[in-house]
């Protein structure tokens, strides 16, 4: 049986830094993925834009359904598009404050 061919993902997103993405979020909420995050990308004080997930990304399954483009790597920790700075993981809710090291 052949192989269905893979969706192609793009780098370059047309007026928009994570539009390009939108075809693996609704990939990831078919699969029955929660946002965490409002179903929006937050961004931090860096700029870095993140796309919360209630459990973790299967990275198998994006890598065999979708043709990514060498910019945007996948990992266990999520996806990371680098070209655009943004990235799609599991989302882990707040995280304590680490205390700067003359507080200790």
Do not use: C
Request: no cysteine; hydrophobic share 35%; proline share 11%.
């Amino acid at each position: 049986m052949k192989p269905l061919p893979k969706e192609p993902i793009l780098d370059k997103a047309d007026g928009s830094r994570t539009a390009h993405l939108q075809p693996v979020i609704d990939f990831l909420k078919a699969q029955g993925n929660e946002p965490a995050t409002g179903d929006a990308f937050e961004y931090n004080r860096d700029g870095l834009g993140t796309y919360g997930f209630a459990q973790p990304l299967d990275v198998d399954l994006l890598q065999q359904h979708f043709d990514f483009p060498p910019s945007i790597h996948l990992s266990s920790a999520g996806l990371h598009d680098s070209r655009n700075f943004v990235r799609i993981a599991q989302d882990f809710g707040p995280q304590p404050v680490r205390p700067l090291s003359f507080e200790l």
